[in-house]
Nanobody
Framework: QVQLVESGGGLVQAGGSLKLSCAAS????????VGWFRQAPGKEREFVAT????????LYADSVKGRFTISRDNANNTVYLQMNSLKSEDTAVYYC????????????????????WGQGTQVTVSS
């Protein structure tokens, strides 16, 4: 029911910043838990961050904690991922995802718990 479109990816130097956006349509955004995942060539899709609006809970992968910030603007049906102090290891295709139910917990770190996915946006960090 939900359509997700990521944008904002690109090429940046290590130490730089980038902000990804994910525009949602086709559903009541505030009723969905949202998350960001990434996948590098030859690797499994991995959890990056997730947000539950009602409880104001955010969770981050250890590898990005302190550098990335997930936020959401329910009025504009958009979720963001602010990425600072980027490293070459952050290079990947980044996907936003949504699931029905604005909840967060260990389950929200699992890709198969999400119902809707965007097409992905490439982030490349030069070392």
């Amino acid at each position: 029911q939900v359509q997700l479109v990521e944008s904002g990816g690109g090429l940046v130097q290590a130490g730089g910043s980038l902000k990804l956006s994910c525009a949602a349509s086709g559903g009541t955004f505030s009723r969905y838990g949202v998350g960001w995942f990434r996948q590098a060539p030859g690797k499994e899709r991995e959890f990056v961050a997730t947000s539950a609006y009602i409880s104001a809970i955010t969770l981050y992968a250890d590898s990005v904690k302190g550098r990335f910030t997930i936020s959401r603007d329910n009025a504009n049906n958009t979720v963001y991922l602010q990425m600072n102090s980027l490293k070459s290891e952050d290079t990947a295709v980044y996907y936003c995802a949504a699931r029905l139910g604005d909840f967060a917990g260990d389950f929200s770190k699992l890709p198969n718990r999400y119902d809707y996915w965007g097409q992905g946006t490439q982030v490349t960090v030069s070392s």
